[in-house]
């Protein structure tokens, strides 16, 4: 757990919850938000396979704007915000890429697109959070995923509520 | 963790033994290298064991896609021994579960390559 935050280079803010991080558009990082997705979601209450499922969109998201958007470009960042409001997980991700036509990304699931090698990034994302939003933002492309908390803390909360009233 | 592989041969059938990882980066290529060197050795009949991969992101999907079509370009076949319940799911949400053979006893495994 230390190690995971030691290979994060840079804190912008920290409270108790939001958490945004500037990283370099390395491999490293994919790692890195991977792992600190996989934390923060435990932490918020999600079970084991919806931590799995946090942390693979974020993944995701992080491999496009390393590979997609920053191209690897050592003077691109990947800014990483994550936000818990009680009942939504909030985590957005911005390259400073070209920006990405999500309308030009084929259907994965097309039978003529089933054998290709890549292109379920996006997919995947959306498979596994409840809401996702792309846009363009004033530097490249910004993803931002939302997933409720249906987790096991959160419903403790309402049941121990429902057992006070 | 890592990805890891091992090979092993059993009636004609290599066997390739994963474990941790398939990922963009070190675990796709591991798979990548792995595969064309048993074509090379014309070992066509390829059984991919995934009880121990534990992860597989969208890139690690690409290269078990990859090394199918790969493999049957060259008149081979590969097929998919042992997933655990996330590769499966993985594999069923993206609809390749139907393209792969999927296999969950070795040794019968062995026997329909022949």
């Known amino acids: 757990?230390?190690?995971?935050?030691?290979?994060?280079?840079?804190?912008?803010?920290?409270?108790?919850?939001?958490?945004?991080?500037?990283?370099?558009?390395?491999?490293?990082?994919v790692d890195t938000a991977e792992q600190t997705a996989s934390r923060i979601a435990a932490d918020a209450g999600f079970d084991e396979d919806e931590v799995m499922r946090i942390s693979m969109a974020v993944r995701e998201a992080a491999v496009n704007a390393v590979l997609h958007g920053n191209a690897y470009d050592p003077n691109k960042k990947v800014r990483l915000d994550f936000e818990n409001r009680g009942r939504d997980l909030i985590i957005t991700i911005r390259d400073q890429g070209c920006g990405l036509d999500v309308s030009r990304i084929p259907d994965p699931l097309a039978p003529?697109?089933?054998?290709?090698?890549?292109?379920?990034?996006?997919?995947?994302?959306?498979?596994f959070m409840d809401e996702v939003q792309i846009r363009p933002s004033q530097t490249g492309t910004e993803i931002q995923l939302i997933k409720h908390v249906h987790g096991p803390s959160a419903g403790g909360k309402e049941a121990s509520r429902e057992h006070e009233d | 963790m890592s990805m890891k592989i091992s090979t092993r041969q059993v009636d004609g059938v290599t066997i390739v033994d994963c474990s941790g990882r398939i990922t963009l980066g070190e675990g796709s290529v591991t798979l990548r290298e792995t595969v064309v060197q048993l074509l090379g050795?014309?070992?066509?009949?390829?059984?991919?064991?995934?009880?121990?991969?534990?992860?597989?992101?969208?890139?690690?999907?690409?290269?078990?896609?990859?090394?199918?079509?790969?493999?049957?370009?060259?008149?081979?076949?590969?097929?998919?021994?042992?997933?655990?319940?996330?590769?499966?799911?993985?594999?069923?949400?993206?609809?390749?579960?139907?393209?792969?053979?999927?296999?969950?006893?070795?040794?019968?495994?062995?026997?329909?390559f022949n």
Do not use: C, W
């Not at chain 2, 081979?76 to 594999?91: A, I, P, R």
């Open chain 1, 1 to 29: 757990m230390f190690q995971t935050r030691r290979a994060i280079p840079r804190i912008f803010a920290m409270t108790d919850s939001r958490f945004s991080y500037t990283l370099d558009s390395t491999l490293e990082t």
């Open chain 1, 112 to 127: 003529e697109n089933l054998l290709k090698t890549s292109g379920r990034g996006i997919f995947l994302i959306r498979s």
């Open chain 2, 41 to 112: 050795k014309s070992q066509k009949k390829i059984l991919l064991n995934l009880g121990d991969v534990n992860y597989i992101d969208s890139s690690g999907i690409g290269e078990l896609v990859s090394a199918f079509t790969t493999v049957r370009k060259q008149g081979g076949d590969l097929k998919l021994l042992n997933l655990t319940k996330k590769v499966h799911d993985l594999l069923q949400i993206t609809k390749l579960y139907t393209v792969f053979e999927v296999k969950d006893d070795e040794a019968s495994a062995v026997k329909s």
